[in-house]
Every structure is written in C-alpha cells, then in structure tokens.
C-alpha cells in the first residue's frame, strides 16, 4: 500500500510568482486536505477536497485554489506569492470526509518566497 | 472561532520521567480531540483521538489522554518516556461541521 506523496520536495520561488504543488493520495482514499504549516507553528487548514468537489474551506485567501482529479490526487495552487506564503506545505488524505476518518499525512512541500 | 493552545513550547525530560503535555480548546459544543505526533524526519501520524465514551483514551506507544469537558483539556500522559519519544505533539480539534483546529506544537526532548 503506498503512503500519501508530495511533490516536490522542496522549492523556491520569488515574490508574484504562481506555485503548484501535487499530491498523491493513498490508495482507496477519495478525501484530501491541505495544510499550511509555519516555523514553528501548528498545520493550519487551508481546504479539503472529497470527490473533486472542494468541501471546506479555512480562512486563507481565494489566491489559494486546489484541484482534485478523479483518480483523487490533488493541487494546490497559490497565486501572487508573498513572503508569508513561505512554510511547509501538507497534504493528508482519508477515506471519507467526517472527522471519525484518519488523515494519512505525507511529507510536505517546503516552499520558500524570497 | 475555535482556537487550541498548548501550554508548553518545549519539554526537556530524562528517560523514565513521567510525561504530561497540555491542551486547551476553546469550544463548547461537541468536539472530537485528537494528538498527532511528528518524529523528527517523519510525517505526522496520528498518536489518539477522542470522540465520546470513556474520556481516558489510550492510543499507541503507550500513550493515553483524558478528556476534561468542564476544563476544556485533553491533555497527554505517558509514565515513563523513552529516548524515541522525543518528537513534535500536536493537540488538534474537530467540532461538527468544521474542520481541524491545530495547537501551536510542543516539542519534547528526551534526553538518555
């Protein structure tokens, strides 16, 4: 059974750019949740995604747009990237969207604004 | 808006201590509770969860947590930490219809 995948690993991009990051989610998971996750803060939710369909939001802005295909591997994409947007980037999948639904977490993206 | 404090920043224990981290959330209607932990170089995985019942949970590695609803806790215990313990917890919060709320971290240390 492969785990949750992120990629890439790392990258760095520079003010007003426009980002992609990808995720793979575990197989027979059809959920997926992004996360911010800031130096030594706690991940902070950004949108799920259940059946390509966006299915919450947090409070970021509509800059932050994602994607879920139908094999339920996702995107997230940030637009006019700022200094703050720097951070880990987390993607977790489940098997439904109710709370009672483990998150399988992967990796991360490390993204860096300079 | 829900928020979720943890009270410390950083534990430095020796192997054997007792362990106790804490966690506040601040909703009062139905919450499910949960701990994560990050093993330096690893993803986040899932440590216990709490959704109703027994508000003594006990979840992997020898961990447990208790619910306190009229304190609004859901703090972690372990008896006696071991070097391999040492890691990032993370206390987070789902209520009804809304999505997960992370605390801030806390790091422990473990030392041999």
């Known amino acids: 059974e492969t785990g949750v995948t992120q990629s890439p690993t790392h990258l760095i991009k520079t003010r007003g750019q426009q980002v992609t990051l990808r995720c793979s989610s575990q197989s027979g998971h059809n959920t997926v949740s992004w996360y911010q996750q800031a130096l030594g803060q706690g991940p902070q939710f950004i949108f799920q995604y259940y059946r390509e369909e966006e299915n919450g939001r947090g409070n970021f802005p509509p800059r932050f747009s994602g994607l879920q295909f139908p094999n339920y591997s996702s995107e997230l994409n940030v637009n006019a990237l700022e200094l703050d947007d720097s951070a880990l980037y987390l993607c977790a999948s489940s098997a439904g969207q109710g709370a009672s639904y483990e998150q399988y977490f992967g990796p991360g993206t490390r993204l860096t604004v300079t | ?112």
């Open chain 2, 1 to 112: 808006a829900q928020s979720v404090s943890q009270h410390n920043h950083h534990v430095i224990l020796s192997e054997a201590a007792s362990l106790e981290l804490g966690c506040n959330y601040s909703y009062g209607g139905t919450v499910n509770l949960f701990w994560y932990v990050q093993y330096p170089g690893q993803h986040l995985q899932l440590l216990l969860k709490y959704f109703s019942g027994d508000p003594l949970v006990k979840g992997i590695k020898g961990f447990e947590a208790e619910f306190i609803k009229s304190k609004f806790s859901f703090n972690l215990r372990k008896p006696s930490v071991q070097w391999s313990d040492t890691a990032e917890y993370f206390c987070a919060v789902r209520t009804y219809g809304q999505n997960f709320v992370f605390g801030p971290g806390t790091r422990l240390s473990v030392l041999p």
